[in-house]
């Protein structure tokens, strides 16, 4: 073993005590060591954005290791190079090594004769956030790239729509294809699964639709999402079947996602429905508080906009369940402050969030209202609606009254029948008052935001 070997060697057996077995499997195994270049190790990761993965994550990790290796003349410093970028003429003594490390790669990329892949890039493990939502279908994933087809096969995710399926099997199938080059990995929807299948009959003479089943046949790791619209699809069924048998006898893992569980999709052939349970069957659920707030963080940080914690507080609050949604105001956020110009205010979030409102106003009651008030300020609803004048009462029935108007198309004559029968100057009345305290008294303007929250979030 050369120097530059033995020293990455040692390097290796410290980073994989620190580093956790996925990131090191991902980001740490696939580098090279190429050379040494005026006192620095130089490393050479597979392509540029790989490079500036490992950059990110572990450069400063490898100096303080490389620093505590106390090797005599060991190299004080690292750099890490992609090998897929060819014009680095000026690190003389590393150039052939690199040219070698890049011939490895375009070999590689031969011997699998990919098709573009079907994976957006934009959908990796750094920018997916794991709360208590999502942990299970996380720490499977996570298992998933570690050992394709053995552990969880296949593994099938089910949610709500924008909870980030999508987002995690495309992860896992990205991590998967930058650690195992040699892996074939490919993702679709059930529909285009489908829509290829009844082309691939049309279009042959003897009934025989061999192209279509290498495609599918042929791959390392399969992933097909959205499989609710197989529903009522027996022949697709079929072909998923024989698919599915075809892969796991092979030993390729499969991934499968669907907005809801696979019993209760309908008209879903039996054995179709046991292969998909056949294994591990996890669900992803509406993000917490705390996990939308680290959502927004991480989109606004890869969007490179700085905003103050208070605005995303405040947007996490009134957005909750639907991660897209969530990411939607934000999208509407930044597109409004630049317009303006200056930084993002909470004014610009209400005008981002207008039509959002409007569209969960449709289903919200005053009853809903209420009862959100009468809990945040711990009060009964009879005392609400009632005639008590304490100033205990008073206000909650206020701010009641403030909300419905804001919040929903009521006449205040309605609004007014609601609270025992009171005149719409009454009505309006209390609304103004809670309008104008609202600009100075900041007490308030919490707790009509957070009422606000609750009964969006229900
Ligand atoms: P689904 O497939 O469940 O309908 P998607 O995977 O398309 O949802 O997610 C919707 C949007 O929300 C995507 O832009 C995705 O990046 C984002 N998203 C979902 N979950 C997360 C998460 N945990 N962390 C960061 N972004 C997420
Ligand atoms: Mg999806």
């Not at 050479?44 to 290791?65: C, D, H, K, Q, S």
Request: aromatic share 8%; net charge negative.
């Amino acid at each position: 073993m050369d120097d530059i070997a033995f020293i990455w060697q040692e390097m290796l057996s410290k980073l994989e005590v620190e580093v956790n077995s996925l990131g090191f499997d991902i980001w740490i195994r696939p580098l090279r060591p190429v050379g040494v270049d005026n006192d620095t190790l130089v490393v050479a990761a597979p392509t540029e954005a790989f490079r500036g993965e490992v950059v990110a994550r572990y450069m400063p990790l490898f100096r303080r290791i490389l620093r505590d290796l106390e090797l005599d003349d060991a190299p004080t410093d690292i750099s890490v190079i992609s090998a897929a970028e060819k014009s680095k003429e000026n690190l003389s003594s590393t150039t052939a090594a690199i040219a070698a490390v890049t011939r490895v790669e375009k070999e590689e990329e031969e011997a699998r004769k990919i098709e573009p892949s079907t994976l957006n890039p934009k959908y990796n493990f750094e920018g997916f956030v794991v709360g208590k939502c999502n942990e299970m279908a996380y720490a499977a994933a996570c298992a998933v790239v570690e050992a394709p087809g053995e552990v969880y096969n296949p593994l099938f995710i089910y949610g709500d729509v924008g909870l980030g399926k999508t987002h995690i099997m495309q992860a896992i199938g990205n991590a998967i294809r930058l650690s195992m080059k040699q892996m074939k990995v490919l993702y679709v929807s059930s529909e285009t699964f489908m829509n290829e299948f009844i082309e691939s009959i049309r279009m042959s003479k003897n009934g025989s639709n061999t192209a279509f089943r290498e495609k599918y046949r042929n791959v390392d790791l399969l992933i097909i999402d959205d499989v609710q619209f197989l529903s009522k699809k027996p022949s697709t069924q079929e072909e998923i079947f024989h698919t599915f048998e075809a892969l796991k006898a092979a030993g390729k893992q499969m991934i499968f996602a669907s907005d809801r569980a696979p019993q209760d999709i309908p008209d879903l052939d039996a054995r179709v429905r046991s292969r998909f349970t056949s294994s591990l069957v996890v669900d992803m659920g509406p993000p917490d508080y705390e996990t939308r707030i680290a959502i927004l963080k991480t989109k606004a940080r890869e969007a490179k906009f700085k905003v103050d914690n208070n605005i995303l507080a405040y947007i996490a609050e009134c957005v909750s369940g639907n991660i897209r949604e969530l990411e939607g105001i934000l999208t509407k956020v930044i597109f409004l402050t630049k317009l303006r110009g200056g930084s993002a205010t909470l004014d610009i979030c209400n005008e981002a969030l207008h039509d959002y409102k409007m569209q969960k106003s449709d289903e919200i009651t005053a009853d809903e209202i209420i009862d959100c008030t009468c809990k945040y300020y711990n009060v009964a609803k009879a005392d609400i609606v009632g005639k008590k004048r304490n100033k205990e009462i008073v206000e909650p029935r206020q701010v009641a009254i403030y909300l419905i108007c804001d919040m929903m198309p009521m006449p205040l004559i309605s609004v007014g029948e609601l609270f025992g029968g009171k005149e719409h100057t009454t009505v309006s009345y209390s609304r103004d008052k809670v309008a104008t305290a609202l600009e100075n008294d900041s007490r308030l303007r919490t707790a009509v935001n957070d009422i606000k929250a609750m009964v969006l979030r229900k």
